[in-house]
């Protein structure tokens, strides 16, 4: 069973911020959500993670409600080189070296 | 630092034959990976290591064999190619295994096709 559900594909204007979803509402305690992202052809690329509480680096920013069943990644200011395949991604704190990589959403950017 | 580095970018085997898929970082870290992207489908884990001399297998181990002699390269080895092997293949390695703070580096990726 999937442990999380993303939407297939996603379209935002560039300049403008771009909200993916992820629910994840069998989330455990003692999980936390990962966000990466692959453009076309590259290896995944780390972009944020979270537990409960909101998180921001310099990519964007993970805003995770309080009963932890849904996520909300936000690219502030979209830009054409952001299109690419979201994974949210659901990882126990020991679940050691091991990504399980659903299907993603594919973030189209548009001029 | 170069990162995760992969050889060769593109390979084309004939039923039956066998290869070996190089991977190598620089960043010193314990614990390395291989997965296996089909067309359209997220990352699934082949095997892992989590140090030079420990490996175990991942979701979708069999058709192939992997061994860690030192910490910088992890080899992934098809013993006998098979079309459902088709493929792209990445290794990923990570300094810490678990843990709160975790991010893993993805190599760029060998594209492998068996006809």
């Known amino acids: 069973d999937a442990k999380t559900t993303q939407p297939t594909s996603m379209d935002c204007a560039e300049g403008r911020a771009a909200n993916l979803p992820c629910n994840h509402s069998?989330?455990?305690?003692?999980?936390?959500v990962y966000w990466y992202r692959q453009i076309h052809s590259q290896g995944p690329q780390y972009i944020i993670h979270?537990?409960?509480n909101n998180e921001t680096n310099e990519m964007a920013s993970l805003i995770i409600t309080e009963d932890r069943k849904s996520s909300t990644l936000i690219l502030p200011h979209a830009t054409l080189r952001d299109t690419a395949v979201y994974y949210c991604?659901?990882?126990?704190?020991?679940?050691?070296?091991?990504?399980?990589f659903g299907g993603g959403t594919r973030l189209m950017v548009k001029p | 630092n170069a990162g995760v580095t992969q050889t060769p970018k593109f390979q084309v085997l004939k039923t039956g034959q066998s290869m070996t898929l190089q991977c190598a970082q620089d960043?010193?870290?314990?614990?390395m990976s291989w997965y296996r992207q089909d067309p359209g489908m997220g990352l699934r884990l082949i095997h892992y290591?989590?140090?030079?001399?420990?490996?175990d297998q991942g979701e979708v181990p069999n058709g192939y064999n992997v061994s860690r002699s030192t910490t910088e390269d992890f080899p992934l080895r098809l013993l006998s190619a098979a079309p459902s092997q088709t493929s792209v293949y990445f290794c990923?390695?990570?300094?810490?295994?678990?843990?709160?703070?975790?991010?893993?580096?993805f190599g760029p990726g060998t594209r492998l096709t068996v006809t």
């Open positions: 979270g537990l409960k």
């Open positions: 960043m010193n870290h314990e614990y």
């Open positions: 069998t989330i455990s305690g003692n999980e936390y």
């Open positions: 290591s989590v140090g030079a001399g420990i490996t």
């Open positions: 991604i659901v990882r126990e704190r020991n679940a050691g070296n091991m990504l399980t």
């Open positions: 990923a390695s990570s300094y810490s295994w678990g843990g709160s703070s975790y991010e893993q580096y």
